[in-house]
């Protein structure tokens, strides 16, 4: 069983439509995350939920809003897409009671703005 | 303002020799420290972690240790194979203002 997963892997659009990119985890975890990551691999964090809660919202353009309808998902829905969001986005999840926080990365989605 | 950064983008080691991926990080208050290996067209995945009341932690041909004076973390992977071939970030999350921050990658090739 797929313990983080991610639709669509890949997403090819124009420029100023509005996409949505899907996420669950079945771990129970209670944290989900949203990344991107660019064409040199940095991994920058974007959104953090906690039950349900955002908790983390770092400095992107309010074009991006997350959605978390449950514990067990966390939906990224980007407006007015640019040339500059092409990236891969990848959603994580983790749980705060354990040892440590590590987190569990689902596969990916590739965006690609044309 | 924080950040995670890796001393070299690029790591190239024969197979069968010990890798080493060190990583500095800026937060003293920082008390959780992951090594992430991520494979071509896969997400993160976790490997070992080791949080800031210990100065080294083993696990299955991997070792992290800690230097919180220097802040310093670094990765040994023992007897590199050619699965080991990936890229390695580390990762600090500081607890009090639940930060996580991702170190800018090391590629890690193994030569034949």
């Known amino acids: 069983d797929t313990a983080v997963s991610q639709t669509p892997k890949y997403l090819v659009t124009q420029m100023g439509n509005d996409k949505s990119i899907k996420c669950e985890q079945n771990?129970?975890?209670?944290?989900m995350y949203w990344y991107k990551q660019d064409s040199k691999k940095f991994l920058k964090i974007m959104f953090s939920?906690?039950?349900?809660?955002?908790?983390i919202n770092e400095t992107v353009p309010n074009r991006f809003s997350p959605k978390s309808p449950d514990k067990a998902h966390l939906n990224l829905h980007i407006n007015s897409l640019e040339l500059g969001d092409s990236a891969v986005y990848f959603c994580?999840?983790?749980?705060?009671?354990?040892?440590?926080?590590?987190?569990?990365f689902g596969p990916g989605t590739r965006l690609t703005v044309t | 303002g924080e950040s995670v950064g890796l001393h070299l983008p690029t790591l190239s080691v024969q197979e069968g020799d010990n890798s080493i991926i060190n990583c500095a990080y800026s937060?003293?208050?920082?008390?959780?420290f992951i090594w992430y290996k991520q494979e071509s067209g896969k997400g993160p995945q976790f490997i070992i972690d080791i949080r800031s009341n210990m100065d080294k932690r083993q696990g299955q041909r991997v070792t992290v240790l800690l230097n919180k004076t220097v802040k310093h973390l670094s990765l040994q992977i023992a007897a590199t194979q050619p699965g080991d071939s990936a890229v390695y970030f580390c990762?600090?999350?500081?607890?009090?203002?639940?930060?996580?921050?991702f170190g800018t990658g090391t590629r890690l090739k193994v030569l034949a």
């Open positions: 937060n003293s208050a920082s008390d959780y």
């Open positions: 994580a999840s983790s749980s705060t009671g354990a040892y440590g926080f590590e987190q569990y």
């Open positions: 771990l129970g975890h209670d944290t």
């Open positions: 990762a600090v999350f500081t607890s009090g203002t639940y930060k996580y921050i």
């Open positions: 939920y906690n039950n349900k809660e955002l908790i």
